[in-house]
């Protein structure tokens, strides 16, 4: 280590005592619960009740003392502007969506702070802007585009929008012709991320709502003829009549052209365990909830995915193999048909076509697309990609063909027509990217974990010698969630700063199948912090960085990936950020998002899942006079899913648990009042959060441009 950086490692760690002296002072209020013979104390619970007066005003203090230490930090607005630089140097499209000869998509170009929804005639056609959600015509404020769905006839589209990121979504529906939207105002619509199913004569389609005091349970699936001032009929789910709904069952309805059934999909609280029931579509009209809805798939057949073809149901299943076959259920009864056996790919998802379906498989971490003939007798087929990479997107056009959005962690996206027998055909839907690029390469290698499970490592960096540079390690590990290559023009500037990227394919996540993901489901969610921590040693003894220049990173979920790993060894990272992050498993439940998110964490009723639910749960597991990295905990205000008490709480523990520490690093609580669970955020509060997390990282690191004035 050189003599300038042993210098500013000794302004860091002079300022870092100052700043963390200060903090806004915390009331300790404990409440002490008993779970299975054991006493728990939770000396912040005060702050569940967030309407408080006394909540709002701590949380205000917490947000600006940090906003006071990050402008402190002379690097940071340099930065900022470099990302903006990078996040305008392009069009950013997606959202693929054809109907009737036309695609609608999301796009963003250069300085604006929204994507806009877009439509074109063709792939290769005429384009206009159909909405700006900033102005909505007759909705007052700032909105977010939530889902989109055209009409089969590509008449109408209904939206979804929402404020400030909540996700609280109203339903509208626009005339495609004239841009204005009809009468339609449909509330409590946010649980419809996969758009409507539309009728096929365009008169009416199925949506899910939730009631007014619910956010994500006890929803049901009602129709809605088009223009109606009639109530809306309930078809399918909580409040039906003999039902025996669980109040986190999540139901859609979806009809097809192709058959005259109606397909009803429940999502039985997790991503995982489902089940499909089926019923003749003029029932389903005539008759609502009282049709014949008749169970074709239920969660012991491990579904993940299915669709409508004519009388039977094409669907994914993992019942037999954890890597996923494709089979087809006759809806009328009988034994399933393997159209796809499984193989050594795992496979994530397929799309719907003229008389095939387009599978997407996972293969050493890169996708593959096979076409699968739903004719009798014809084969499945490859087709070919330009690079190993990921589809993000894909959607069946006419003629046979499709469109996919293709990318790779070095390859911006890129938009493509794929026809069997055909090369890859290149389509401006998604302009070229005009980055270099060059200058970055990526490697994937297998890291041996705790318990001798393989653990895949992507590494991202830049382009030169072989030496310890500053590093963020980033993991998530939940719901069989699959962290794929993917390009982000932000890393382009870390990679400016001389930083890796890494990211740890962590056991909870599905790069491996579902078998990966139960290697850390519940009782075992451990395996997903040791992997992490087994992916950031690796890091340190390969040369790739040291504990003076590696931060971890999780959100979400994966606010359990690296609260653990802070937790457990705090030694490896100089610095962390837990984003809108599960921090509290024990109470997660009581939250309006924990009755769905049970089967993926457990509930503390059950005595094994509490025991293990309780030796990983970060805020519980905070150790007072550890020495902790550097932490900035963020949140959102209006967030729906992580509640902004959890990070909350968690950030004044770890602050408390440092507090008398002589040389304890910042812990410091980021809040950001326009925003949520970062879904439907704006480009410059997204970007703002990055500049201030990644300026929070290079100071930690002794980074000269970011250290504070003396």
Not at 236 to 245: L, V
Not at 359 to 386: C, F, H, I, N
Not at 411 to 430: C, D, E, F, H, I
Request: proline share 6%.
């Amino acid at each position: 280590m050189n003599r300038s950086t042993l210098l500013a490692l000794s302004l860091l760690a002079t300022a870092a005592q100052a700043l963390a002296s200060a903090y806004p002072e915390t009331p300790v209020k404990p409440v002490r619960d008993r779970y299975h013979g054991v006493t728990v104390t939770d000396p912040y619970r005060w702050m569940e009740d967030m309407a408080s007066p006394q909540f709002q005003a701590w949380l205000k203090a917490q947000s600006e003392f940090t906003a006071v230490g990050l402008k402190t930090l002379p690097g940071r607005q340099a930065l900022r502007e470099r990302l903006g630089q990078l996040a305008d140097a392009g069009v950013i499209t997606g959202g693929y969506t054809p109907s009737a000869g036309q695609v609608l998509y999301l796009k963003r170009e250069p300085g604006q702070n929204q994507r806009r929804l877009w439509l074109r005639q063709g792939v290769d056609g005429v384009e206009r802007q159909l909405l700006d959600p900033l102005a909505v015509p007759g909705m007052p404020g700032k909105h977010s585009i939530d889902f989109y769905s055209p009409s089969p006839d590509g008449k109408r589209v209904a939206l979804g929008l929402s404020a400030g990121g909540s996700e609280n979504s109203t339903l509208v529906v626009m005339d495609v012709a004239s841009g204005e939207l009809l009468s339609e105002r449909i509330a409590h619509a946010g649980l419809n991320q996969y758009g409507v199913s539309w009728l096929a004569d365009g008169s009416g389609f199925f949506y899910n709502r939730h009631p007014a005091e619910e956010r994500y349970n006890k929803s049901a699936v009602y129709f809605h003829r088009l223009g109606s001032t009639e109530a809306d009929r309930l078809v399918f789910g909580w409040g039906a009549p003999k039902s025996k709904w669980q109040i986190a069952d999540l139901p859609y309805v979806v009809v097809s052209k192709q058959s005259k059934w109606a397909l009803a999909e429940v999502l039985h609280g997790d991503a995982v365990d489902r089940s499909y029931y089926a019923a003749p579509l003029e029932a389903v009209l005539k008759d609502g909830a009282a049709a014949p809805w008749k169970r074709v798939i239920g969660p012991k057949d491990r579904v993940t995915k299915a669709a409508l073809d004519g009388d039977r149901l094409v669907a994914l299943s993992q019942a037999k193999d954890p890597r996923r076959e494709l089979l087809a259920y006759p809806v009328a009864g009988g034994a399933a048909q393997t159209l796809l056996p499984a193989s050594s790919q795992v496979l994530l998802e397929f799309d719907k076509g003229e008389g095939e379906l387009l599978v997407r498989g996972l293969d050493a971490g890169v996708s593959r697309l096979t076409r699968v003939p739903l004719k009798e007798g014809a084969q499945p087929e490859r087709l070919l990609l330009p690079f190993d990479g990921t589809v993000r997107e894909m959607a069946a056009l006419d003629g046979g063909e499709w469109l996919v959005r293709l990318e790779g962690w070095t390859q911006p996206a890129q938009t493509l027509v794929l026809k069997p027998g055909s090369m890859p055909r290149a389509v401006n839907l998604q302009p070229p990217s005009g980055l270099d690029v060059t200058g970055i390469s990526a490697e994937r290698v297998m890291v041996k974990s705790h318990d001798g499970v393989e653990v895949p490592l992507s590494i991202i960096s830049p382009k030169g010698a072989m030496v310890a540079r500053p590093t963020i390690l980033t993991g998530y590990g939940a719901y069989g969630i699959v962290m794929e290559p993917g390009f982000r023009a932000s890393r382009l500037a870390w990679a400016e700063q001389g930083g890796r990227f890494a990211v740890c394919h962590v056991r909870g996540g599905g790069e491996l199948g579902e078998a990966w993901h139960q290697g850390a489901h519940i009782v075992n969610k451990q395996n997903t912090v040791s992997d992490f921590i087994a992916c950031a040693q690796y890091l340190i003894d390969k040369g790739y960085t040291s504990p003076e220049l590696l931060a971890g990173t999780g959100g979400s979920a994966g606010g359990i990936t690296i609260g653990g790993a802070i937790n457990q060894a705090p030694q490896l990272f100089a610095a962390a950020q837990a984003a809108v992050g599960v921090s509290d498993m024990l109470r997660m439940e009581l939250t309006p998002n924990g009755a769905p998110n049970i089967a993926e964490f457990g509930t503390v009723k059950n005595p094994q899942h509490f025991k293990a639910m309780y030796a990983l749960s970060p805020y519980h597991r905070v150790k007072d006079g550890q020495a902790y990295p550097a932490v900035i905990v963020t949140t959102g205000a209006n967030d729906p899913r992580v509640d902004a008490w959890m990070p909350s709480k968690f950030a004044a523990r770890l602050q408390a648990a440092t507090a008398k520490n002589a040389n304890a690093k910042p812990v410091w609580l980021r809040v950001d009042y326009e925003a949520g669970h970062g879904m439907g955020s704006s480009i410059s509060s997204q970007l703002d959060e990055q500049a201030d997390v990644w300026s929070f990282f290079l100071w930690q690191f002794g980074h000269p441009a970011y250290q504070p004035a003396k």
